[in-house]
T-cell receptor, first 116, second 112 residues
């Protein structure tokens, strides 16, 4: 079974631009979560999508948004990029079949975003 | 507000000895705890977990201990092997939320 794939793997943008990152979950997984990893803040939860609906959200400004398609693929968008947005963006997929319990999340390799 | 803390940024252990990684949390609502291992240029991979109703969970060379009263958990690796060299993240969750809260990570280096 193929793992979680993220594209692109590396990206360089300049301040003020916007960027879209893509995540393809493991086949059959319907939940996709996004995390940001920075040296200063560590790994922080951005949001989770399940059945095309945002189910959970972290403490990030509205410049960070996402969506999920009917095939469970997800995209994350960051508008008006700032230098501090430079980070590794990780996507994790989960079957999310058991409500009320933790459903294991499987992480992709991440997209390394550099904002100049 | 760092709800999950790993106070040791790095740890160096001799091959064959025990590695002990520590993690503290502040949110008493957390009811499930996990350890992830991360190599450079890869996403974190799940290692072992423990529910808040238990105080110990073992899987091969890996054991996680949970002390709820102290809001502390630890990961023991015995014996340590060179392939264990990686960054280890402690994470906590309120089950049903799917929102993992991670610690800052501890870089473990196993010396031959």
């Amino acid at each position: 079974k193929a793992g979680v794939t993220q594209t692109p793997r590396y990206l360089i943008k300049t301040r003020g631009q916007q960027v879209t990152l893509s995540c393809s979950p493991i086949s059959g997984h319907r939940s996709v979560s996004w995390y940001q990893q920075t040296p200063g803040q560590g790994l922080q939860f951005l949001f989770e999508y399940f059945s095309e609906t945002q189910r959970n959200k972290g403490n990030f400004p509205g410049r960070f948004s996402g969506r999920q398609f009917s095939n469970s693929r997800s995209e994350m968008n960051v508008s008006t990029l700032e230098l501090g947005d430079s980070a590794l963006y990780l996507c994790a997929s989960s079957p999310r079949v058991t409500s009320g319990l933790y459903n294991e999340q499987f992480f992709g390799p991440g997209t390394r975003l550099t904002v100049l | 507000d760092q709800q999950v803390k790993q106070n040791s940024p790095s740890l160096s252990v001799q091959e064959g000895r025990i590695s002990i990684l520590n993690c503290d949390y502040t949110n008493s609502m957390f009811d499930y705890f996990l350890w992830y291992k991360k190599y450079p240029a890869e996403g974190p991979t799940f290692l072992i977990s423990i529910s808040s109703i238990k105080d110990k969970n073992e899987d091969g060379r890996f054991t996680v201990f949970l002390n709820k009263s102290a809001k502390h958990l630890s990961l023991h690796i015995v014996p340590s092997q060179p392939g264990d060299s990686a960054v280890y993240f402690c994470a906590a969750i309120v089950q049903g939320a799917q929102k993992l809260v991670f610690g800052q990570g501890t870089r473990l280096t196993i010396n031959p």
